[in-house]
T-cell receptor, first 115, second 118 residues
Framework: DTGVSQDPRHKITKRGQNVTFRCDPI?????LYWYRQTLGQGPEFLTY????????KSRLLSDRFSAERPKGSFSTLEIQRTEQGDSAMYLCASSFLGRLGDEQFFGPGTRLTVL | AQSVTQLDSQVPVFEEAPVELRCNYS??????LFWYVQYPNQGLQLLLKYLSGSTLVKGINGFEAEFNKSQTSFHLRKPSVHISDTAEYFCAVSDVANYGGSQGNLIFGKGTKLSVKP
């Protein structure tokens, strides 16, 4: 169990560019979540997958955001035409469906800065 | 779960003093409750969780929390804090699904920054 990993840890981009983040969950976990955390706020839910199926999307996930989990393992989060308001920490978490409480384990996050 | 309120955005305390970080939630269904800690530039680490059973739950690093259903609260306590406890603490809830797991996403409070001074 190596924990949840995210890549890159930091990303600086110019407004209008596209960015993609990757999350590798704990190997046996079948649920994967994406959250966004802005300065001074708690994490806000964006979307989650159960295996490869995207089961829920927050209204925060505008049409510029897309997430995939093609083989039910790693996931990618893409932001198209980035805006300065997209600057935030993007957190990934994973859990094992079926365990009481579905405890979520978080990765270190990807910090996005849009100039 | 509908919302989580952490009543204090910042809590300064001296080393070896006791501390309580307050959390209230609102929900029309049964919930699971969690406290996470976040150190600077790091992800979230689970401190403790309430799933069922005893309302007093103990976690890592000497922290404990008590679930009070009537007051919809889940306050975090530590009898004696250390400098190393300086961090941001987040309370979170998730709705309980029929099969016993969570409904999916966690709803977080805005966090409480604990600052331990020597």
């Amino acid at each position: 169990d190596t924990g949840v990993s995210q890549d890159p840890r930091h990303k600086i981009t110019k407004r209008g560019q596209n960015v993609t983040f990757r999350c590798d969950p704990i190997s046996e976990h079948n649920r994967l979540y994406w959250y966004r955390q802005t300065l001074g706020q708690g994490p806000e839910f964006l979307t989650y997958f159960q295996n490869e199926a995207q089961l829920e999307k927050s209204r925060l996930l505008s049409d510029r955001f897309s997430a995939e989990r093609p083989k039910g393992s790693f996931s990618t989060l893409e932001i198209q035409r980035t805006e300065q308001g997209d600057s935030a920490m993007y957190l990934c978490a994973s859990s094992f469906l079926g365990r009481l409480g579905d405890e979520q384990f978080f990765g270190p996050g990807t910090r996005l800065t849009v100039l | 779960a509908q919302s989580v309120t952490q009543l204090d955005s910042q809590v300064p305390v001296f080393e070896e003093a006791p501390v309580e970080l307050r959390c209230n939630y609102s929900s029309s269904v049964s919930v699971y409750l969690f406290w996470y800690v976040q150190y600077p530039n790091q992800g979230l680490q689970l401190l403790l969780k309430y799933l069922s059973g005893s309302t007093l739950v103990k976690g890592i690093n000497g922290f404990e929390a008590e679930f009070n259903k009537s007051q919809t609260s889940f306050h975090l306590r530590k009898p004696s804090v250390h400098i190393s406890d300086t961090a941001e603490y987040f309370c979170a809830v998730s709705d309980v699904a029929n099969y016993g797991g969570s409904q999916g996403n966690l709803i977080f409070g805005k966090g409480t920054k604990l600052s331990v001074k020597p």
